[in-house]
RNA sequence: GGCCCCGUAGCUCAGUGGAUAGAGCAACAGCCUUCUAAGCUGUGGGUCACACGUUCGAAUCGUGUCGGGGUCACCA
């Protein structure tokens, strides 16, 4: 139990001596704004109502009763207009540390038999990642790892959209201007060299339809018109009808895809326990239309395309199958989520989607429900802002978007570069540096993309490099290489026996009532990162955990300065001080592990 | 136009019913003979878009206005 938990129980109990129930829902606990004395707040004025006292005396009577009752963690309070302050002993602080600072798993909760499936990345096979993709990447990452330290069973999965009209123009656009140009001829990677193709299709493509609009078509007229949009279209027909040409040109085209993909998602620790394809995929999902069809759920239109009618729930009839039989998107998504309910059943499916199909997902689940299907209420969609830029919007097709390969560069080249002006590392052999800088430089980039909140909407400025001072990965992995370093000096040795020793025998209780200011705040924040691990898997959100991580390292940084470790003033100190020490860097380790930022001994 | 989201310091963001609204960056002033100065300490910087309302109490909840964005495809 967390010491909020304890309090609040406390709280309850002394409540009962009044003869009224309460839960812990009628009254909040929080932490002691720094200006008055106290570690945790009890705020009255919920209950001074039912109970007709004054905040002074209830606040009185219950700051007595609990310290009466729980005299081993709080010993002191006082009561300000409708706030009660309460302060937690040094003796369970000391205590909390003694257990908890080896413990590597601290936080974390015991498996809960219960199983979610995260679907995320969810990549197009025309074109390279950008800053837009890597914020999904960091955020479906990191919120499978937040989930699995709550006790969840996790299955991350990826759906790689492979086929479709998008795919065919790269492809058309390679066949008609690469005079068989390969990756390896033009020493590209792979999903950069077929990107290059799509952006080729649009330019020529955006020529034609001018040139259509001067002879006098209007501007849809010319759109369909083109030649290129044609031939397009005729290859999309051609994949779909198995033509052995196009689907071997398709193959070599998205393995030249896979092949850059796969070095970018290794680069960053992107990985899936299953990796679906929409190209065997986008068929499914028929089956329940015609079912639906039967039930009366989905109607057929004169031109026999079938729809669902939405209305009622506040959005609009939805196509989902075409005249021609053939599927769309919204049909294929369906299928899809049966053959993962299928194939895996989750308790919750959390879909890792940009905010601009909101509206999408509302009627994925809206169909789910009314076709009945089991998993329709599992269905989550964690909404997550777009990236921006300072002049808005990233667009593919106007070049301005962040590349991703480049930008990982770049913080790479930007960490080597702090690095040897600080000239701390000398003694690194090139692999430890290079190792370094990748730690460091992405170290950066995920912590820069995951302290915000992931439904905000973000603004990047590619003008002021990301930074790697003050709220950033580099100043907390700083922090634990800093602690790494002490540790080291010390030894392990000493520090293992020093644990062993403060486990068997107790702190003389002259002593343990001193904990400096600094050195009980740590502790306090120490003892609340399980209550962080909770609250980012509550609202699925990894910037909880890095403003946690950050707090901690601020904390102390401060401490460090303030107090030396190896040269306290006795020994008792140097192992209450080594403990903390310890446990901060075990916290701040498997802090950042949930961010996917991993921590450099030395830097 | 309908629906949805957003508006907090010069910039990027925390804070979502509690005490005098916080960080980082940027600016300025200090701190390395002592465990890593990617650090620490301090200063300045606010009409929480605006108005009205609910409440003992509102940046937080409600209504309206203004401003920005998304979406409303037989694209994915």
Redesign the pocket.
């Known amino acids: 139990m967390t010491i909020i938990e304890i309090l609040k129980n406390a709280v309850l109990e002394s409540l009962a001596i009044y003869g009224q129930s309460f839960t812990p829902k009628d009254f909040?606990v929080?932490e002691?704004?720094p200006?008055?004395e106290?570690d945790y707040?009890v705020?009255l004025?919920?209950l001074i109502?039912n109970l007709k006292k004054s905040p002074d005396v209830l606040g009185s009577e219950l700051g007595k009763h609990i310290i009466e009752n729980n005299g081993s963690i709080f010993y002191g309070f006082n009561v300000?207009?409708?706030?009660l302050?309460i302060s937690v002993t040094d003796e369970y602080l000391t205590a909390f540390l003694q257990k908890n600072h080896n413990h590597k798993s601290f936080g974390k909760q015991q498996p809960n038999g219960k199983k979610i499936m995260v679907e995320y990345s969810s990549p197009?096979t025309n074109k390279p990642l950008h800053l837009g993709h890597l914020r999904n990447n960091f955020i479906g990452w990191s919120i499978a790892e937040i989930l699995k330290a709550n006790g969840y069973e996790v299955i991350k999965t990826c759906i790689v959209?492979d086929?479709?009209?998008?795919i065919c123009k790269s492809m058309l656009a390679w066949q008609l201007f690469a005079n068989g140009a390969t990756p390896q001829s033009t020493n590209m990677k792979g999903d950069h060299f077929v990107g290059d193709y799509y952006v080729k299709f649009n330019n020529e493509y955006k020529k034609q339809v001018e040139e259509l609009i001067q002879t006098g078509r209007t501007k849809d007229e010319a759109e369909k018109e083109a030649p290129l949009m044609k031939e397009t279209q005729q290859m999309l027909v051609d994949w779909e009808n198995n033509d052995a040409e196009v689907k071997q040109l398709w193959k070599k085209m998205n393995a030249w895809v896979y092949e850059g993909f796969e070095i970018t998602y290794k680069r960053i620790g992107s990985d899936f326990d299953k990796t679906y394809y929409?190209s065997e995929t986008?068929l499914l999902g028929k089956d329940f239309v015609y079912e639906g069809l039967d039930k009366g759920i989905l109607y057929k239109?004169d031109?026999e395309?079938i729809w669902i009618d939405l209305t009622e729930n506040?959005l609009?009839e939805k196509?989902v199958l075409?005249?021609?039989g053939t599927s769309?998107?919204?049909t294929s998504d369906i299928g899809l989520a049966k053959q993962k309910y299928e194939q895996y059943g989750p308790d919750q499916s959390i879909y890792v989607v940009g905010?601009?199909?909101?509206?999408?997902l509302k009627v994925l689940q809206v169909i789910c429900k009314k076709l009945g299907m089991p998993f329709a209420d599992g269905i989550y969609h964690l909404s997550y802002?777009?990236v921006e830029l300072?002049t808005?919007?990233m667009k593919s097709r106007e070049g301005t978007v962040v590349d991703a390969d480049d930008l990982i560069d770049e913080m790479i080249l930007t960490?080597k570069r702090?690095?040897e002006e600080?000239g701390?590392?000398k003694d690194f052999h090139e692999e430890e540096l290079q190792k370094?800088y990748e730690t460091?430089g992405l170290g950066a980039m995920k912590f820069y993309l995951l302290?915000?909140?992931p439904?905000?909407?973000?603004?990047?400025?590619p003008e002021?490099s990301i930074?790697?001072?003050?709220?950033?990965g580099?100043?907390v992995?700083?922090?634990f290489?800093?602690i790494?370093?002490?540790l080291k000096?010390v030894g392990s040795l000493q520090l293992a026996v020093a644990s062993e020793q403060q486990t068997t025998n107790n702190y003389p209780p002259s002593t343990i009532h001193q904990l400096l200011p600094l050195e009980k705040q740590l502790i306090l924040k120490l003892e609340q990162f399980s209550a962080a691990i909770a609250q980012a898997r509550d609202e699925l959100?990894p910037?909880?955990i890095a403003?946690y991580v950050?707090h901690l390292?601020?904390i102390f940084?401060?401490f460090?300065?303030?107090?030396?470790?190896?040269?306290a003033e006795n020994e008792l100190k140097k192992n209450l001080r080594l403990s903390i020490a310890d446990m901060t860097a075990n916290v701040l380790g498997s802090g950042m592990q949930l961010l996917g930022i991993s921590m450099?001994?030395?830097?």
């Open positions: 909040q929080s002691t704004n200006e008055f106290g707040t705020i004025f919920s109502k300000i207009k409708g706030f302050n197009n959209n086929r479709g009209i998008h929409e986008y239109k031109d395309s506040g609009d196509l075409r005249g021609d769309v998107y919204i905010d601009e199909q909101n509206y999408h802002g777009m300072p808005g919007k960490a702090h690095t600080l701390k590392v370094l460091l302290r915000v909140d439904k905000k909407r973000m603004v990047f400025n002021e930074d790697f001072h003050g709220f950033t580099p100043f992995q700083y922090t290489a800093r790494q370093s002490v000096k959100n910037s909880v403003n950050f390292a601020k940084n401060s460090y300065t303030e107090h030396s470790i190896v040269n450099p001994d030395r830097m």
